[in-house]
């Protein structure tokens, strides 16, 4: 039961966000009482701190699962940004605006999230990039992480890209392929337009 109200919880939150989900709304979705909720979580802060972690272990293993499918550093990449891609479809952009504002606990284990982990897949990516000789090997790491944590913070940001002029997809296939591009060898610019449409790539 604390598995389906976590599941319903995070699918109200994305598509309405946060503050206007009541737990009487969760409660009605689920087809239970708000009393079995409150049996499970003692109040809305708790379910959300919980939802949200619930939100990020989901992400990261599907991040893993990427990383052990892709049979080389830029189809590990390529196959993240889509399961990206399809995250942010489906999540109305004020979810994470409301986790800041008013779920600092929640907002925290997003930043923690993003700072860590994010960070740590992005460099796994690069480093394996570099064995394979797919990406350039004087590249300074750190700063290269740093860099692609900023694109994504900005890809998420609907004043950086507002979604009445700029389409979610084209905006991910773009920042992806000057990405790849600035840190990937001859080689791997070659195989980067195997993955990517050429009108991308042109």
Request: proline fraction near 3%; charge should be negative; include cysteine.
């Amino acid at each position: 039961m604390r598995d389906r109200i976590l599941e319903t919880t995070l699918r109200l939150c994305k598509t309405f966000g946060v503050k206007s989900i009541t737990m009487q709304d969760i409660a009605r979705e689920c087809g239970i009482s708000k009393k079995t909720v409150y049996e499970h979580f003692s109040d809305k802060n708790e379910l959300i701190d919980e939802v949200t972690g619930y939100m990020t272990d989901t992400y990261r293993d599907r991040l893993a699962e990427c990383h052990n499918a892709g049979k080389n550093a830029i189809d590990e990449l390529v196959m993240s940004i889509n399961h990206t891609e399809h995250m942010a479809r489906s999540t109305n952009p004020i979810l994470l605006f409301e986790l800041e504002k008013y779920h600092p606990s929640a907002w925290k284990r997003v930043q923690h999230f993003k700072q860590d982990e994010m960070a740590a897949t992005v460099l796994g990516n690069l480093e394996r990039g570099i064995r394979e000789g797919l990406y350039r090997h004087n590249l300074r790491t750190d700063i290269m992480v740093h860099l692609r944590l900023l694109q994504m913070d900005s890809l998420f940001n609907p004043m950086h890209f507002p979604a009445a002029q700029f389409e979610l997809h084209d905006v991910m296939y773009q920042l992806t392929v000057h990405y790849i591009n600035g840190i990937a060898t001859p080689e791997g610019q070659a195989l980067l337009e195997t993955y990517l449409p050429s009108a991308i790539t042109a």
